[in-house]
């Protein structure tokens, strides 16, 4: 992006290795699970800071206390906070797991913004623990700035959790140095269906350990289970430093709940004493809702859902999907009506409607699971679109013929598909002339992950919609460790000038695997 230098200035990688390695020193209380009480002194926020869905003059900053508090941010251009301003945030306390979000308005378009998070004692406000810095770039007024992001998914699965012999979520780290404007994390934040335990043995003898907490120690069923879970990630000093730098975009999926989990389910599972997934669901979707910082669940409107669009300047709009909390039943996949289907009738139309509105030369779908992957659950039944026949559309592929011949007859241009769950890496392009259904553009579909989880070996396509696999880096058997085979991160540069996108398949370790340039206005590339 010749007319953004991301070369970082002095005064850039003085905060950086200053304020934020200092938030991320703070020692995390002993007591990882509820603040205690019976605490002295002031207010901690040792879990570091967040930033969420930022655009080009907004940000929601989010904090978790150690103890009740009242939230005070602190923006400014400089990291001398000279001419700071301030933001009176909310008194944090047991009712949101002490965790506060603060949103700010009116920030310059395209400008680094330094900020700081103090908590004060909601009796005496001149008691105050240490603040904790962070530091973002508001999304660019012009189109000729250009921007960058990452994207990835699938965080401390099949009990590969914080390895401490490791040095922890690395990758994370490696993420961080590449400075993007913002993380795409694309659903399985947490696995609270995942057991983590003290040490497990690797096929060649090797011993992995991992960082334990009591709510790791079974699945996840309470409330305070949930919270538990994504208090976890956080434990790891990576995550909590590239928290402090990158601001996210952060959807759900299955994981946050349950493995495979739809709306109305009933458990077979003796894991669990609570057989209604609703239930486990809503109380997911709470702790989901504390724990990070989304514009549709926080804020004045406070819609109450994950999907939304994230505008990010003139060239990028980024169209966050739920397709967990909405969907039939898994089944067979073979009805020839199907109006839910992955999305739900709401859904569907919502996506339709800011599809055509939006003005951005890229639309990303960010999707929780792909298309065109055949993705199973059980024996007969089928998770996510795909179901392995490769002729006309039924079941849930219904749904998306309609978006995809919507997007055609619209005359829609710039949309791509970001996707993780499956925990490898690849890219598919879609063509209706390899496809039973051929009311469609051509379109590519890029898949990434795991951040800190087991690889898998690839899926098999399903040929409704005539995908091709292109590129493809996967594991031979189940369940890999994250020491015997690299984790897996996308990147997407557009450039201002030309406004082509450029989508990179990374490999932990700094390894670009697969690159495809996307050139803007036209189809089927």
Known sequence: MPNRPRTQSPGRRTVLRGSLLASAAVTLPAAVAAPAFALSGRPEAAWGVQVGDVTSSSALVWVRSDRPARMLVETSATESFRRARRWHGPLVGSGTDFTGTTPLYGLPPGEQVHYRVTLSDPHDPRRTGRPVYGTFRTAPARRRDGLRFLWSGDIAGQGWGIN????????YEEMRRLD???????????????????SVTLPDGRIWRNITTEEKAKVAESLDEYRGNFRY???DENLRRFNAQVPSVVQWDDHEVRNNWYPGQILDDARYTEKNVDILAARSMRAFREYFPVSTLHGPSREGRVHRVVRHGPLLDVFVLDMRSYRNANSPGRQPDDTSGILGADQLRWLKRELSRSQAVWKVIAADMPLGLVVTDGATDFEAVAQGDPGAPLGRELQIAELLRFIKHRRITGTLWLTADVHYTSAQHYAPERAAFKDFAPFWEFVSGPLAAGGFPANALDGTFGPERVFVRAPDRANVSPMESPQFFGEVDIDGDSGELTVRLRAQGGSVLFSKVLRPGLTGQ
């Not at 401490?164 to 990758?171: L, Q």
């Open 233 to 235: 990630n956080l434990l």
């Open 180 to 198: 993007p404007d913002f993380f795409l994390c694309s659903g399985d934040n947490i696995y609270a269906d995942g057991v983590i335990e003290p």
């Open 164 to 171: 401490p012999d490791i040095g922890g979520y690395r990758v």
